[in-house]
Antibody
Framework: QVQLVQSGGEVKKPGASVKVSCKASGYTFINYGLSWVRQAPGQGLEWMGWISGYTGNTNSAQKFQGRVTMTTDTSTSTAYMELRSLRSDDTAVYYC?????????????WGQGTLVTVSS | SHVLTQTPSVSVAPGKTARITCGGNNIGSKSVHWYHQKPGQAPVLVIYYDSDRPSGIPERFSGSNSGNTATLTISRVEAGDEADYYCQVWDSSSDHPVFGTGTKVTVL
């Protein structure tokens, strides 16, 4: 069965960086893209960006451009999302989600989420 | 870019029908997907391509989409349906998704 297992929670100070991993199993990694979606406490879902499992090409929301880096390691079927220059409003649960559906894509499997807390 | 507006909250009695709407300019021309999210859990896909159900999602969940409104309908509501619900479309011009604002469904 498809599973996306994320790394554990992190506590960071403002200005630091965080790198979250998402290990995929149960499907052919390079056949799907993975998106990163975050959710601040009590708020809705916010898409950050996605990475192609096949080409490694990325596309990120304008809000995060220059501050987020998404990568994959196809040898371990793992995706990574690094967010730099953390601020208190980056405190959120970060999810990876598998993209399916082509032109009208949706997210059919999600990781369990990683809580990133930014606090001095 | 697309803006998807949802009613913040819907309350429904057990056994009744809940209708959750997602409004957007000409949303009927796009494919709409729906997720539910229970407290402390990751979102779960419940409807894709307007009205298709992933395996494991009960037939009580159905969807429709026309004009400026997409609708998720939950029939014979159960206590376990209490969750936040989000609609989503894919903006092909920018190649990124747009999520609705979310609806909290409360089962009375």
């Amino acid at each position: 069965q498809v599973q996306l297992v994320q790394s554990g929670g992190e506590v960071k100070k403002p200005g630091a960086s965080v790198k979250v991993s998402c290990k995929a199993s149960g499907y052919t990694f390079i056949n799907y893209g993975l998106s990163w979606v975050r959710q601040a406490p009590g708020q809705g879902l916010e898409w950050m960006g996605w990475i192609s499992g096949y080409t490694g090409n990325t596309n990120s929301a304008q809000k995060f451009q220059g501050r987020v880096t998404m990568t994959t390691d196809t040898s371990t079927s793992t995706a990574y999302m690094e967010l730099r220059s953390l601020r208190s409003d980056d405190t959120a649960v970060y999810y990876c989600a598998r993209r399916d559906g082509g032109t009208y894509s949706y997210f059919d499997y999600w990781g369990q989420g990683t809580l990133v807390t930014v606090s001095s | 870019s697309h803006v998807l507006t949802q009613t913040p909250s819907v309350s429904v009695a057990p056994g009744k029908t809940a209708r959750i709407t997602c409004g957007g300019n000409n949303i009927g021309s796009k494919s709409v997907h729906w997720y539910h999210q229970k407290p402390g859990q990751a979102p779960v896909l419940v409807i894709y391509y307007d009205s298709d159900r992933p395996s494991g999602i009960p037939e009580r969940f159905s969807g429709s989409n026309s004009g400026n409104t997409a609708t998720l309908t939950i029939s014979r509501v159960e206590a376990g349906d209490e969750a936040d619900y989000y609609c989503q479309v894919w903006d092909s011009s920018s190649d990124h998704p747009v999520f609705g604002t979310g609806t909290k469904v409360t089962v009375l």
